[in-house]
C-alpha cells in the first residue's frame, strides 16, 4: 500500500506566501513523477505544477502559477514541496498531491493525496 500525505494548508492573505508539502510512503519501488493539482467543488481538477525525476527533475507549471509557484523535491524523491508566493484569491483550492509510482508489485499506478485547503483573502 501507498500513502501520500499533504500539509502546509491554511488561511492566508492576498499577496502573502505559504509552502505544501507531500510525503509518499509505503510499498514504494521507484517514484516517477510528483505534482500538484487543484478542484474546486464542481470543477475539472487541474494541474498547477509537476517535477519528473525520470527526466532529470524536470518541471511544468500551469500558465496561472508560472512565476508565483514553485515545485521542488528533498534528497529521497519522496517528498515534494509547492513554494507558493503573491498568492491571490483566484488560488483557493483544495490542493492534492499526485504521484506516479511503480510500487513493489512492479504496478505503476497514480496515486493520490487527501488534499489540503488552500484559502487566501482579499
Known amino acids: 500500500q501507498v500513502q501520500l500525505v499533504e500539509s502546509g494548508g491554511g488561511l492566508v492573505q492576498a499577496g502573502t506566501s505559504l509552502r505544501l508539502s507531500c510525503i509518499a510512503s509505503?510499498?514504494?519501488?521507484?517514484?516517477?513523477?510528483m505534482g500538484w493539482y487543484r478542484q474546486t467543488s464542481g470543477k475539472q481538477r487541474e494541474m498547477v505544477a509537476t517535477?519528473?525525476?525520470?527526466?532529470?527533475?524536470?518541471?511544468n507549471y500551469a500558465d496561472s502559477v508560472r512565476g508565483r509557484f514553485t515545485i521542488s523535491r528533498d534528497n529521497t524523491k519522496r517528498r515534494v514541496y509547492l513554494q507558493m508566493e503573491n498568492l491571490q484569491p483566484e488560488d483557493t483550492d483544495i490542493y492534492y498531491c499526485?504521484?506516479?509510482?511503480?510500487?513493489?508489485?512492479?504496478?505503476?499506478?497514480?496515486?493520490w493525496g487527501q488534499g489540503t485547503q488552500v484559502t487566501v483573502s482579499a
Open positions: 517535477i519528473n525525476f525520470a527526466r532529470g527533475d524536470s518541471t
Open positions: 499526485k504521484a506516479e509510482i511503480t510500487n513493489t508489485r512492479m504496478s505503476l499506478v497514480n496515486y
Open positions: 509505503g510499498n514504494i519501488l521507484t517514484v516517477n513523477t
